[in-house]
Nanobody, 125 residues
Framework: VQLVESGGGLVQAGNSLRLSCVFSGGTYGYSDYGMGWFRQAPGKEREFVAAIDASGGDTNYADSVKGRFTISRDNAKNMVYLQMSSLKPEDTAVYYC?????????????????WGQGTQVTVSS
């Protein structure tokens, strides 16, 4: 499995950004994988941001992003997205896309099998 993120960049606080992640390879089809987004800020541990189940019908969010971020997926295009709105400086981090062989919503990093290389998001005040 290969995961490639895109869409990161520098934005001002209050603005929006959409991250994308394309999935390729794998023993199973893309629609058999739960997907998630994590982030890691400098000097901090990696933290869960959002997750979506294999069908796209169930999602979960970290409290810090609930109401501002939306995770979605397009199984026909092997894509997962993270729409980020009302961005804050504390959202600054490298954002990682991850795929789990569990089809349900997965919240813990240890249950993800594959990771992208990350994309930098910087929010200026």
């Amino acid at each position: 499995v290969q995961l490639v993120e895109s869409g990161g960049g520098l934005v001002q606080a209050g603005n929006s950004l959409r991250l994308s992640c394309v999935f390729s390879g794998g023993t199973y089809g893309y629609s058999d994988y739960g997907m998630g987004w994590f982030r890691q800020a400098p000097g901090k541990e990696r933290e869960f941001v959002a997750a979506i189940d294999a069908s796209g019908g169930d999602t979960n969010y970290a409290d810090s992003v609930k109401g501002r971020f939306t995770i979605s997926r397009d199984n026909a295009k092997n894509m997962v997205y993270l729409q980020m709105s009302s961005l804050k400086p504390e959202d600054t981090a490298v954002y990682y896309c991850a795929a789990s062989e569990y089809t349900i919503v997965v919240l813990t990093a240890e249950l993800y099998n594959y990771w992208g290389q990350g994309t930098q998001v910087t929010v200026s005040s």
